[in-house]
């Protein structure tokens, strides 16, 4: 497997070792001996699959009391997928980093808890998946506006942004900056 270390510490893209023939291929999609060697030590406890459609964007999201780390991946189609630094007093506090996930580059995206996660999808539909570090809990979700200025992300869009209703309320980063989690550096 390939680890890539990203821009910004903590984010990790994994690419796990394909096996090919004229039958198809075979992959494991997670391994924990494998991923400890390579460094993600994260505990999983829940997993998530969701399906969207074109022009999709969903998040930035986040969990505030119960922070989940994130493994990502595209199962079906492909998407931008984006990280953005929320540990305030962070060298990267504000910084967000993006890749294309997709089922033919079969890509992983670790994202470390207190970072804000969303992705815009790229295909005419995606099926993404996710193993997170802590349960989802409804009342702590909270997030960050898709198109925040100061953050200022470009989605590759490739036509008008679908957005939830809930998702199109989200405060920015400078309403919300005092409720974000402080930056703590790993020894």
Same mark, same amino acid.
């Given at each position: 497997? =390939?680890?890539?270390?990203?821009?910004?510490?903590?984010?990790?893209?994994?690419?796990?070792?394909?096996?090919?023939?004229?039958? &198809?291929?075979?992959?494991?999609?997670?391994?924990?001996?494998?991923?400890?060697?390579?460094?993600?030590?994260?505990?999983?406890? =829940?997993?998530?699959?969701?399906?969207?459609?074109?022009?999709?964007?969903?998040?930035?999201?986040?969990?505030?009391?119960?922070?989940?780390?994130?493994?990502?991946?595209?199962?079906? &189609?492909?998407?931008?997928?984006?990280?953005?630094?929320?540990?305030?007093?962070?060298?990267?506090?504000?910084?967000?980093?993006?890749?294309?996930?997709?089922?033919?580059?079969?890509? =992983?995206?670790?994202?470390?808890?207190?970072?804000?996660? &969303?992705?815009?999808?790229?295909?005419?539909?995606?099926?993404?998946?996710?193993?997170?570090?802590?349960?989802?809990?409804? &009342?702590?979700?909270?997030?960050?506006?898709?198109?925040?200025?100061?953050?200022?992300?470009?989605?590759?869009?490739?036509?008008?942004?679908?957005?939830?209703?809930?998702?199109?309320?989200?405060?920015?980063?400078?309403?919300?900056?005092?409720?974000?989690?402080?930056?703590?550096?790993?020894?």
């Amino acid at each position: 497997m =390939q680890v890539t270390q990203t821009p910004i510490p903590g984010l990790l893209i994994f690419e796990p070792q394909t096996f090919t023939d004229s039958r &198809g291929w075979f992959l494991e999609s997670y391994n924990e001996e494998k991923y400890i060697r390579s460094g993600l030590t994260a505990k999983f406890v =829940q997993d998530n699959h969701s399906y969207s459609i074109k022009n999709v964007v969903r998040g930035l999201h986040f969990q505030h009391h119960h922070p989940q780390g994130k493994l990502v991946r595209v199962v079906v &189609g492909e998407v931008f997928d984006v990280a953005v630094d929320i540990r305030t007093g962070s060298p990267t506090f504000g910084k967000w980093f993006g890749v294309m996930l997709s089922a033919e580059n079969k890509k =992983q995206l670790y994202i470390p808890p207190n970072f804000a996660h &969303g992705f815009s999808v790229m295909s005419e539909d995606a099926e993404f998946m996710y193993k997170c570090t802590d349960f989802y809990h409804p &009342g702590d979700e909270i997030g960050l506006r898709w198109n925040d200025p100061e953050i200022d992300i470009d989605w590759h869009l490739q036509g008008k942004a679908i957005i939830s209703d809930k998702d199109a309320v989200l405060p920015t980063l400078a309403q919300i900056r005092d409720k974000l989690p402080l930056y703590s550096p790993t020894p």
